[in-house]
């Protein structure tokens, strides 16, 4: 009896320090945030990735941004929106990431 309860109790404490011992990496390198805030920008932009903007989304992001007349937005096949918009007068071609990254060239 003694035997049985000394292995339980040794099993139990092994379980529970590979648990502790686990860890899993970060999403991302912890500089760099999930979603772009008007103040911040990933220098990588456009990044690709799974996007979960509507296009009205879209649109609206890059209206907010201070562009105007987002025509032709179409999600391309590496999860960016990508459209034409006018700022300042000159037109522009805008591209929107999942992080809600604008870019534009």
Known sequence: MNKLL??????GA????ALA??????ATDGDTPA???P??????????????FTEDQ?????????????????LDDK??????AMKDGKSFNVALDYQGNITAN
Request: glycine fraction near 8%; hydrophobic fraction near 40%.
């Open 79 to 84: 999860g960016v929106w990508r459209g034409t």
């Open 14 to 17: 092994s379980t529970l320090a």
């Open 39 to 52: 103040d911040s920008k990933n220098a990588t932009a456009p990044v690709e990735g799974a996007n979960s």
């Open 35 to 37: 979603v772009a805030t």
């Open 58 to 74: 879209a649109r609206e992001r890059i209206v907010e941004a201070g562009y105007a007349d987002v025509t032709g937005l179409k």
């Open 6 to 11: 000394i292995t339980a109790a040794f099993v």
């Open 21 to 26: 011992q686990t860890s899993t990496a970060p």
